[in-house]
């Protein structure tokens, strides 16, 4: 998805202000644990410091994520600041984010922030009582009746395969 800023690259504006909503069909796959739920909404600026050009946006979208200790999934919003210098220059398209003809694709920046600034460990709740490692009940849910140190192995082995860390 492409924003033109033509009046801002011929200096007609030294900001342009955003407030775009972005089709969750521009937006691809964060990880296997987290599934984006709605359009993300981006407000924010792109304007001239120094002669560079920087973009700074604040987005928000909704997400189904696999809580990290009990293994349900459950909705959780997502809040991404975005700081990012631009150029004009082919010569610095490997560093900064590349405004091809005066167009700017905004969807692959805001992929990007999402993909980057996601949190590692998800959980429901902070207080999630997570899975008994000896029986696998879902804690939240229902008591159960293991010792401590009945920890069955496969079931510690599962978690840990599912949780991948
Ligand atoms: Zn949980
Ligand atoms: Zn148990």
Avoid: W
């Avoid at 924003?3 to 202000?17: M, Q, W, Y």
């Amino acid at each position: 998805m492409k924003i033109t800023l033509n009046e801002l690259i011929e200096k007609r504006k030294e900001s342009v202000d955003l407030d775009i909503i972005i089709p969750m069909s521009h937006i691809g796959m964060i990880n296997k644990e987290i599934e984006i739920l709605s359009p993300v909404s981006l407000k924010g600026k792109i304007f001239y410091e120094d002669d560079s050009i920087y973009l700074e946006a604040h987005i928000k979208t909704k997400a189904e994520c696999i809580c990290h200790r009990c293994l349900q999934k459950f909705q959780v919003d997502i809040e991404n600041s975005i700081h990012e210098k631009l150029t004009i220059n082919e010569e610095e398209m490997q560093d900064y984010y590349y405004i091809d003809k005066n167009s700017l694709d905004i969807a692959e920046i805001v992929d990007n922030a999402l993909v980057l600034n996601m949190p590692m460990k998800l959980v429901c709740d902070e207080n999630c009582q997570g899975l008994c490692l000896a029986c696998g009940v879902n804690l939240n849910e229902e008591q159960c009746d293991c010792e401590e140190d009945q920890i069955d192995p496969r079931l510690a082995k599962l978690k840990d395969l599912l949780l991948n860390d």
